[in-house]
């Protein structure tokens, strides 16, 4: 097994913009002597005086002793060039994006340390195999990938390049470790990790929105409020950036020659087009500034209370994703007086049942992938309402519904006044399938279990990284096995109906994760 660097190792950091500066904060923190160098003295000096205020700061807030943060910050050294290195243990690159320059630097590196220093690149998008190519020694250099801000985020991608040695992947695994982040490994592939799974929350959230599912406010609140995703995908690149978000997935499209999967959305090219790249300047899917309002996320009128509802659900069969909000329902609507009947408890082994809501003529289901349109035509009933996947019923104040364009305007209340009678906020969505919040998990879901399937990283690590690297609210496998893989199935391949596109292709793992056992088949083992 593997062991961290000794304390007692040097650490330098080449590169002192926001991701080198942060690096070197959390080596010096850890215990270690860093080395800071640029090719410009002054941003040195800048990045060691801000990242002392930054030790100040925590001092502030009780996270860091006074003793502890002078210790730290005495451990903070300039280096005039890249002969001072000579005596690093690791050397961690976070210089500007390009092969060309990343290769040239640690050629000269590597006439610089001594034979067992380990050299590692912060890349977040090229290849570690291509950056190591030309070295005499390629199996020492390693993918460090941290996030940014580096001090806050836990999550450091491991990423081996296919000469990568397994014993310098795994010293970093434990240094990082060492340091109080959250590593992973990971294979040298494009978007490693993090920006291959996560390319379907903003793919799919830009589908919506072309599709007129709704605005990108309401499309952010249901994410947010109903997926609990701690920011929506339209606020989100606003935040990123527009003309780099759309540089990532331009760039992991061309890098899998042109996989539907990755296609970059128009929507999203116009705005680069326009200028319009978000906070940084002004104006994205949202406009920012001074006396700016923002707007607000669609939510249906108040509907008359139901006096009766029904539950149909199979006997003695749990169903995750349904019943946590038939539980807070059936509480909150016992506040009014209103107790839900179970007259039709079907047969579980009955496979073609699902569970449902009922009031006022209206079927109410979990989306399955179908639109609610397509479901009320093929179950022959035209009153049919959906209802978006929600993480935590009990703590989303908003629920997203979905009807038919059969459904009557009677049957349409009745499901708005049971949701809100509940306490609910209810959006509508226009009927698309698989609305937002499930269309979306599924995706993440299969695009993650396919990067296992690939060999890229194991389901546990893909789930730590989208957790700890864009903080989701729960790892999409984790996810997937809590809705059900049956269901995340049928949801992609209702999606490939609907859409007639390679894009929703299911994933090899999940199809034979439902083969070897279709009733219970998970990702992860309880």
Known sequence: ?????????????????????????????????????????????????????????????????AAEADLARERLRPAASTAELKDAALVVEAIVEDLDVKRALFAELEGIVGPDCILATNTSSISVTAIAAQLQRPERLVGMHFFNPVPLMALVEVISGVATDQGVADTVYATAEAWGKNPVHAKSTPGFIVNRVARPY??????????????????????????????????????????VNFSVTQSVFKAYFNDPRFTPSVVQQELVNAGFLGRKSGRGFYRYGEGVTAPAAQAEPLAERPSTVRITRKRDVADPAFDPLLAVVTERLAEHGVTPSHPSLFDGSDTKEEPAFHVHGAAIYLTDGRSATQRAADDNHPN????????????????????????????????????????????????????????TVAMLANEAADAVNQGVCN???????????????????AWADQVGLRHIAAVLHNLGQAYGEDRYRMSPLLRRKLAANAAGARFHAI
């Open 1 to 65: 097994m593997a062991h961290a660097l000794d304390k007692g190792s040097v650490i330098a950091v080449v590169g002192s913009g926001a991701m080198g500066a942060g690096i070197a904060q959390v080596a010096a923190s850890a215990g270690h002597q860093v080395l800071v160098y640029d090719t410009r003295p002054e941003a040195v000096t800048k990045a060691i005086a801000g990242i002392g205020k930054a030790y100040d700061k925590l001092v502030e807030k009780g996270r860091m002793g």
């Open 459 to 477: 389901a546990r690590a893909v789930d730590i990284a989208m957790q700890k690297g864009v903080n989701y609210p729960r790892g999409p496998l």
């Open 202 to 243: 903003y793919a799919e959230g830009l589908r919506l929105l072309q599709e007129q599912a709704a605005d990108a406010a309401t499309l952010d609140a249901v994410m947010r409020d109903c997926g609990a995703f701690r920011m929506g995908p339209f606020e989100l690149m606003d935040l990123i950036g527009h003309d």
């Open 384 to 439: 049919t309402v959906l209802f978006d996947l929600m993480l935590d019923p009990a703590k989303s104040p908003r629920i997203a519904l979905a009807r038919a364009d059969q459904c009557s305007e009677e049957a349409w209340q009745g499901a708005v006044g049971l949701f809100q009678a509940a306490g609910f906020t209810v959006t509508r969505l226009d009927d698309v399938p698989g609305m937002a919040v499930m269309r």
